[in-house]
């Protein structure tokens, strides 16, 4: 009830301060944010048990394909070690790489819809239930065997396009901006891909040892066996949320559904409509360019892995053991740095940059101050005479709290740099142990996926932050996509004239072009405010580049 001491106006508790309250799941009593993070580490080690044993069982199979329809094999060694064989591996497993990119892509979109929905977590179960049809159909399918088991694999990738491993990173992320207020969202994203990452590796080392011993079917039955255990944990620890509604919707339910579920991260992305302080509209391309600059960035970062694993076995001569130890020793080290040095990068630097960027203006308030009058007009009243007990008309300006995430901006360009400059080394390989040191060393630009997703969900309003993240994280599969293709023909062809090394300077050469591009992504000018369509005025605009 009111009374005599009740303030006049009502404290209102910031954004943070809510995120700060947010429940602890009850009988674990972990934080939210960690069961998201322990789920990203289960499901990536789930799938990742799967990934080195698919292209022996395609071996496998191509190979009792092969002598199905020929003499048995009479000379010594492996028998599935003929050209014909591994040829028709290659050709099979192409086929299935492209089925996976299509469906991969598809799921994106069909995972927006089911967000909308069905809500986050439930569209997190979804996309962690139907990879365990997707598994147990791969297993029944390398039992079976032949042409038969192969056809068989490739339609059931279909099932990718109902969940899969772009789905699920997708609702996850989503999940995890949903739980902590914006300041914190780029580190958190990196630690979220650090376990993703960390579990990648778990899963490679596990599903190598597991064939080897118990045969190549046994990692596809383990993989649905941890999906299910995957799907059990995710259902009962990781807490729900829900999506903030667009103020677009009426806009949006007039479309069809499915339409609506691809158009919409894409428009996200799109130009801004920005009124000014001054009631200027203009328009702002700082997400639109963003997007570009990532797209250029994953082109020339997303083959480096594949390209150092071709290249030391092609040059170098590495067998299957040492390229799976070079794989998760890279894995390895960027999970961690994501994990535990990429936060304090991220808090050091917003401080630093914070402090930095209100340096100028504090000087400027100190040396207005300090005036000396030359004049007895110009001096102030005798301090005696001056009240020091009054109250101030309006409060003092809040000291800096590094809330800003100008620096991840800054910490994206620049993180290509560094990858353009360590890539550009790679090239001057000279003895096996270097590839391991560059497995350590590559890893010290990772960071680029975390902070574009932290400033991409800072350049958008609230409203629209999971068509953003869906958007963004499709221009990067399209950018996988793209630098298979690239790079892989690059590669092919510059190791037929015996410069393969040359790839190393095409990728910094694009790294940089990258850089540029981001130079030019500028956050909306302070006091600006986002309008929609409709809201529009007459009056002429004046485009803003950035």
Known sequence: MAGETTPLLGTRETEPELKKKQPRLGWLSFEPTWPVMIAGLLISASFGLTQTPILYAFRQMVCEDYYSHHPPYAG???????????????????????????FAISNLVFTGWQMRNLGPKKALLVQNFFPVIRVLTQSVAISIGGATGITLFQLGQAITILGGPAGYILVLNTILSELIEQAQRTSMFGKLQGYILVGNAMGFLGGGVVSDRFGVVS???????????????????????????????????????????FVDPLLALGPQKLRL??????THYGVTILAVGIFVGVLATGYVAQLLQQYSMDVFDFDASKNSALMALTLVVRGLFLMFIFPIIISSGRKWFDSTSQQQPQAAEQDAETVIPTHPLDMDPTPQLVSTEEEPVQAPPAPPTAQSGHFDLFFLRYSYLVDAVITMCAAFISDGWQFYLMAVLLPLASGSYAASKGVLTEMIPESQKADALAGMTLVESLASVSTLGLFGAVFSSLVEIGKAHLTFYLNAAIALLAIIILLFSRYPAEDSKLIEQEEEEQPSEEPVAA
């Open 277 to 282: 302080k001054n009631g200027t509209i203009t």
């Open 76 to 102: 010594s060694g492996d028998s599935c070690n003929v050209p014909a064989v591994n040829s028709g591996k290659d050709a099979q497993f192409a086929i299935l790489g492209s089925c996976t990119v299509f």
């Open 219 to 261: 990692p596809f039955r383990l993989g649905a066996i941890c999906l299910s255990a995957t799907l059990v944990f995710c259902a009962t620890c990781v807490p729900p949320v829900s999506l903030k509604k667009d103020e677009r919707a009426p806009t949006t339910n007039r479309r069809n559904a499915v339409v609506a579920s």
